[in-house]
Structure formats: structure tokens, C-alpha cells
């Protein structure tokens, strides 16, 4: 509680200072996600810097045009515990990301989004076949998170913190364990044949 607080007096009374149009505009958000959450307002130069980090710490693996110009927004209309949410590129129109308006873990959470973004198609349809859509959505959305969690972005005051996959991170850990980060590395983002077989065994020891 007194840490709390405290991080209440240090962040809220500036936060109030330099978001006040946002206060008055949208009470609801600012107060929802903002004060009781203590999030900043997201930065798009973050997002980018998130992005950049991602691009270079996974480079030996990933192919740049397979997430080429996705449109980022930011937005108070996500719900429930949803922070983000990507929506895969189509024929008509680019991929989406879009982020909470204020958001503690901005650079962690874009970082996933993007991940998405670049997962190779070959990956996704492999492990929903192999290991069924559900089991298979769960081992993606925990490699997604551990491999954006790896990267040297900044961590988030721990208060702030909460990932919406805890299971999956766990299994997801398991996985990266057992195979190898390289492993994940080329199967999600190059959709090597092989490495992606070695994940499916690897996540059905966990699913066993």
C-alpha cells in the first residue's frame, strides 16, 4: 500500500499537469486506464523505437517486407483486459495494430503486436494443424509474448505490469527451454520447416 502511494503522489499530479486537455476530453479513459493504471498516454515514437529493437535484436530471422507499412492507432474503445490487438493484412487493406490510449508496458506490448505482424504464415497454419487451433493459438500468443519479453526494451514498474497470458507464458517458457531460442527464432519467423516441428514436439510434452 505505501508503495502504491507513493507512486500515486510522484505520477499522478504530473501526469494530471500534462494530459489535462485528455482529462477534461475523455474523463472516462483518462481516469480508467490512466490514473488507476498509471499509464502514460501512448508515444508513437516509442511504438517505433519498440519496433526498431525487434528488427535489429531478430534480424538473422525476420523478413522486413513480411509487415510492410501496418497502420498503428491508438484507441479507448479495446475492452476487457484486450490491450492490443492486431488484424492480420489482407488483400484490400494493410495489417492493423492498435494499442491502448495509455498503456504502462507500451514498448513490451507493441513489440508483441509486431511480432504477430512478422510471424511467418507457415508457422500459424503448422501449429493450429499439429496441435489443434486452441492448443496452437495458446503456444503462438506465449512465444509471442516470451520472445517480446526478451528483447532489451524498457521494463515496466512491476505495480503496472500484468500480461494477459500468464498460462501460455509459462508453457511458452517450457517450449523455448526445451528448443532453444534459435529454434523459435527460425520456425516463427522464417517458418523453417524443421524448427517448427521441433516446437510442436517441444509443446506437446507441455500439452501432454
Known sequence: MATYAGHMTLNL????????????????TFFRDGWVKFAPRADMMEV??????????????IDPSACR?????FTSSIGGDNVAWYTPANENSPAVIELRTYLPNLGITAAHEFLHCYT???FI???????NPFH????????????????KLPRPDPLEFKSIYPKQVKMAEAVLKDAGEDTVRRAMLSGDGDAIGKIVDAARKQLA
Open 13 to 28: 499530479i504530473p501526469m494530471m499537469a500534462r494530459q489535462s486537455s485528455d482529462m477534461i476530453d475523455n474523463p472516462t
Open 48 to 61: 517505433q523505437r519498440a519496433h526498431n529493437v525487434l528488427l535489429s535484436t531478430y534480424a538473422d530471422a
Open 69 to 73: 507499412d501496418p497502420v498503428v492507432k
Open 120 to 122: 511467418h504464415p507457415d
Open 125 to 131: 497454419e503448422s501449429i493450429d494443424r499439429e496441435l
Open 136 to 151: 496452437g493459438r495458446d503456444i503462438r500468443e506465449g512465444l509471442t509474448e516470451v520472445m517480446a519479453r526478451r528483447l
